[in-house]
C-alpha cells in the first residue's frame, strides 16, 4: 500500500519534470529558476533507486516493526482481558466462598443458640426434678419424724395416764380394776 503511494508520486513527478523543462526554456527566466534536463533526470534516477532501495529493504522492516508492535499490543489486550475474566471468576469464587462461610457462620450461631437453650430447659428441667425428689425427701422425712413424734407422744402420754391413773387408783381402787382399766385404754389407742 505505501509502496504503490510512492510510485503513484514517483509517476507524478516524472509526468510534472518535463512540463516545468518545457515551462522553464520557454521563459528564459533567471537562473535561479532554471531547469538543467541532466542534473533533473539524475535526480529523478537516484530518487526512484533510493525509493527502489527503501521499497526493497526498509519498508518491509518498518512493517514488520508495526506488525510486530500491532501483535504485541493485540496481545497485551488479550492477556487483559484474560486477566480481567479470571479477576472477575476469582471475585465471583470469593463472593460465593464468602457468602457460604457466612452462611456456615450463621448456621454455627443457631446451632449454637439452639443448642444453648436446649441445654438450659434440660438444667432447667434437672432442677425441677431434683427439687421435686428433695422436696419429695423432706416430706417423707416429715412424716417419718412426725410419725416418731406422735408415737413418742402417745408413749409419754400413755406413761402419764399410767401414771396419774395409778396413782388415783391406788387411792381408789385396787390393783385389779387398775389392770382392767389400762388394759381398756390401751385397746383405745391402738
Known sequence: MKLDRAAG??????????????????GGGSPLFSINLGLAIWTWVLFLLTLGVLAWKVFPFIAGGLEERNRKIQEAIDEARLGRTEAEALRDE???LLNTARAEAQEM???????????????????????????EEARQEIRVERDQLVEEVRREAVEISIAVAEQLLRKHLDAEENQRLVREYLKELS
Not at 110 to 124: N, W
Open 109 to 135: 450461631v443457631d446451632k449454637g443458640k439452639a443448642t444453648a437453650e436446649s441445654l438450659r430447659k434440660e438444667i432447667l428441667a434437672e432442677a425441677r426434678v431434683q427439687q421435686e425428689a428433695m422436696l
Open 94 to 96: 470469593q463472593q460465593a
Open 9 to 26: 508520486m514517483a509517476g507524478l513527478a516524472l509526468v510534472a519534470s518535463p512540463t516545468l523543462v518545457a515551462a522553464a526554456q520557454e
